[in-house]
């Protein structure tokens, strides 16, 4: 029998599946294009590092550059989508946020090991009751697929390029 636990890893791992087929299929000049506001390459950073943060093992931190990150870039960049906060001064590359996503995989194994059925339902920080890890991963998996959606209505719009849906941890 599957556990939800494994139901839940499965979609999760889905959403970033889809990411990787987006950056895949970026077109170069629309990878630094602004659509929406944001540059196409800022949109995958944002969902990046709000998993990263999530999926973290220490509470006891608030969302501040004290944050452990598993992958942070020297470029003077933001994830923050606040137009009042925009940083464009240098881009991240393809390459870049593959090596993050490459980190995020690794991460979600190690956050998805530790749990089971039982602790999806246990709230995520000792003080904070509000949010269990079942909540953090779906808020995460709307997250993630928010900004894939976005992403392919640009793709589609501006280059004509179909993303196929993922499931079930294809690639």
């Given at each position: 029998?599957?556990?939800?636990?494994?139901?839940?890893?499965?979609?999760?791992?889905?959403s970033?599946?889809?990411?990787?087929?987006?950056m895949?299929?970026?077109?170069?000049?629309?990878?630094?294009?602004?659509?929406?506001?944001?540059?196409?390459?800022?949109?995958?950073?944002?969902?990046?590092?709000s998993?990263?943060?999530?999926?973290?093992?220490?509470?006891?931190?608030?969302?501040d550059?004290?944050?452990?990150?598993?992958w942070?870039?020297?470029?003077?960049?933001?994830?923050?989508?606040?137009?009042n906060?925009?940083?464009?001064?240098?881009?991240?590359?393809?390459?870049?946020?593959?090596q993050?996503?490459?980190c995020i995989?690794?991460?979600?194994?190690?956050?998805?090991?530790?749990?089971?059925d039982?602790?999806?339902?246990?709230?995520?920080?000792?003080?904070?009751?509000?949010?269990?890890?079942?909540?953090?991963i779906?808020?995460?998996?709307?997250?993630?697929?928010?900004?894939?959606?976005?992403?392919?209505?640009?793709?589609?719009?501006?280059?004509?390029i179909e993303?196929e849906w993922?499931?079930?941890?294809?690639?």
């Amino acid at each position: 029998m599957v556990t939800f636990t494994e139901v839940m890893k499965r979609n999760f791992i889905s959403s970033l599946n889809m990411m990787e087929k987006i950056m895949d299929n970026c077109p170069d000049d629309l990878w630094k294009t602004i659509n929406g506001g944001f540059p196409f390459w800022q949109q995958m950073y944002h969902a990046l590092e709000s998993v990263d943060y999530w999926f973290r093992e220490n509470y006891r931190y608030v969302y501040d550059d004290e944050t452990p990150k598993v992958w942070k870039s020297n470029k003077n960049v933001t994830s923050e989508l606040d137009e009042n906060v925009r940083i464009f001064s240098d881009v991240l590359s393809k390459a870049e946020l593959r090596q993050y996503l490459s980190c995020i995989y690794e991460k979600t194994n190690i956050f998805f090991s530790g749990l089971n059925d039982y602790r999806l339902g246990q709230p995520i920080a000792e003080n904070n009751y509000e949010f269990t890890y079942l909540d953090v991963i779906n808020m995460q998996v709307r997250h993630v697929m928010y900004h894939v959606g976005h992403c392919i209505c640009i793709l589609r719009s501006h280059a004509g390029i179909e993303i196929e849906w993922v499931s079930h941890n294809e690639r």
